[in-house]
């Protein structure tokens, strides 16, 4: 089973930008951020496919935010643009080797998880 650690997160203004890590034990085959704030349901956020690179965005956060993989670190970063207090949520990253589509792989989260990191977008 692979073991997730992420980080960076925090407090940042409206406008604002994050960077997000997250660094699996292994190799996995799709990896992706998921975000859920209080009293809200689980959203996959954008996911990524380790072999040929196929990314899956929300609609939510098309055009700001950007996932990207570091294949020798075993690592995914999501980076965050033009930050909305909507956006103000606990960010978890799981990742899996099957061989499941980045769009299945957001919409389900399946494999192993991380223990998730907060952000919060507050003026």
């Known amino acids: 089973q692979l073991q997730i650690v992420e980080s960076g997160g925090g407090l940042v203004q409206p406008g604002g930008s994050l960077r997000l890590s997250c660094t699996a034990s292994?190799?996995?085959?799709?990896i992706g951020w998921f975000r859920q704030a209080p009293g809200e349901e689980r959203e996959g956020v954008s996911c990524?496919?380790?072999?040929?690179?196929?990314?899956y965005y929300a609609d939510s956060v098309k055009g700001r935010f950007t996932i990207s993989r570091d294949d020798a670190k075993n690592t995914v970063y999501l980076q965050m643009n033009s930050l909305k207090p909507e956006d103000t949520a606990v960010y978890h990253c799981?990742?899996?080797?099957?061989?499941?589509?980045?769009?299945?792989?957001?919409?389900?989260?399946?494999?192993?998880w991380g223990q998730g990191t907060q952000v919060t977008v507050s003026s």
């Open positions: 292994d190799s996995y085959y799709v």
């Open positions: 990524i496919t380790r072999r040929d690179g196929i990314t």
């Open positions: 799981a990742a899996t080797r099957g061989q499941w589509s980045a769009q299945a792989m957001c919409q389900n989260g399946f494999g192993s």
